[in-house]
């Protein structure tokens, strides 16, 4: 029998079965969907856990600056994780860890007790969705790659639009307790699943162990989150920014700097050599700039302005997030068809208007004009935000894939930190110009409304810039990393394995 061609993949040599790659990508869904959903759940409980606690605000805060740091210091780690002990092992153990984190938080006595569990929770979560990410991708045929990769996206954009309405059911219905405890059956499932379907791959030692770049990383990813996190929240100038900021960059530069010369690195910086990739990021930064750092903005308009409840805010959104379901395996359909460049085009285009018009809004705008508008701000989220994340991994050498999507969404946790704390400081500094500019007539809901406005036009100019940048995509070239049997696929994730 003859062997088959080098550059086949092992998707080509086995018939593509939807039914055979269901049962796993269901596992993966679940796992993420669930520590997705409470990056955002706990948010619209802090008021409820202040006075539960008899605690302040600032301590409160850290429950959830606690897990963001947990997830940003475990990112990096989830490729060599993989490779030292295989992909299916480690999502399962990290799911496990998760929901372990997620039932101790259901039962924390005092405030510092649920900051701890919840570090635990983060150390959990912060490795399923680049390991599933990485493991879909695999599972996929090239031909398919977007359509599949637009189902696993789907969770990606409906829980965090979900989770302030579960939440806010949940506090003001039931008790704060199960924002946590719903975790425990989900993640139940997600183990069970995973552990039957997922399939198991070769896992392999790396030849040298990168001990610099498995002690920067997490250091560099962290400090920088918490630098970002105090000098949005407190100020620029404050201690906790400048430290988080000077010994965050500090090490990020040591570890750009051990990654490139280091034989086997914990993640493939290499891979910007490639200008296909580096377009890509570039733009999907831009564009996630855009859309996370204004998508905290409407639900504080809707209730600091607006004065509406948590729960109510949450189904206001509700449009948002079911219009992304829809766009996501649309977007992904049509990339497989047509590629990243005219569908993304489309998505940012309808992204860019859906915020021009939000810069619009007042006090009295009608939900009848807002809802619509988050409705069509979803849908280009859903088109675009898939397909982008697909032609970057496509940018990237296949074997690279689980180096590759830690670095992805490491970087991505600093980037949309660094919108969401340089947007809410533009937010401020625009109330202050509105205020001094009125002089003695100023009304600080006048001048709070405009600068809501003014965010979302800034929002809008980046969505231009993105719109544009689309232009410049181009279909992946194969990026050459040597020759042998390194660029051939892992047999053990074929279709039908």
Known sequence: MSKPL?????????????????????????????????????????????????????????????????????????????????????????????????????????????????????????????????????????????????????????????????????????????????????????????????????????KQLDLLGIILAPIAFSMLAYGVNEGGSVSWTSRGAELGLIVGGVALILFVFVELIHKNPLLELRVFRSSDFTRGIILTWIMQAA?????????????????????????????????????MPIGGKFFDKYGARPVSFIGLVIIAVALFLLGRIDATTSLYYIMPILGAMGFGMGLSMMPLNTHVLNAAPRQWVSRVTPLTAALQQVVVSFAVAGMTGFLTSRVTHHMTEAGQSANPLTASIQSFDDVFILAAWLAVVAVALCLILRKPKEMEVGAGEEGRPDPSLMIGH
């Open 6 to 206: 080098a550059g086949h993949t092992a998707a080509e040599e086995a018939p593509f079965s939807l039914k055979a790659i269901l049962p796993p990508l269901l596992a993966i869904i679940v796992g993420m969907i669930m520590v997705i959903l409470d990056g955002t759940v706990v948010n619209v409980a802090v008021p409820k856990l202040v006075d539960i606690f008899g605690s302040d605000l600032k301590t409160i805060q850290w429950a959830i600056t606690g897990y963001t740091l947990a997830l940003a210091a475990v990112i990096p780690l989830a490729g060599w994780m993989t490779d030292r002990f295989g992909a299916k092992q480690v999502f399962v153990t990290t799911v496990i860890m998760f929901v372990l984190g997620s039932a101790l938080c259901s039962i924390a006595q005092s405030s510092t007790q649920l900051i701890i569990y919840r570090v635990i929770q983060g150390i959990g979560g912060g490795m399923v969705a680049p390991i599933g990410m990485a493991m879909v991708f695999k599972l996929a045929p090239p031909e398919r790659r977007g359509a599949i990769m637009g189902m696993l996206g789907v969770p990606m954009l409906l829980a965090p639009a979900l989770g302030p309405v579960l939440s806010g059911w949940l506090v003001e219905y039931a008790s704060w307790r199960w924002i946590f405890l719903i975790n425990v059956p989900i993640g139940v499932v997600a183990v069970i699943l995973g552990i039957a379907y997922l399939p198991k791959a070769d896992h392999h030692a790396p």
């Open 291 to 327: 859309l996370f750092g204004c998508m905290l903005f409407v639900p504080l308009y809707l209730q600091n302005i607006r004065l509406f409840t948590p729960l109510e805010t949450g189904l206001i959104l509700l449009p948002q997030a079911l219009c992304s379901g829809i766009g």
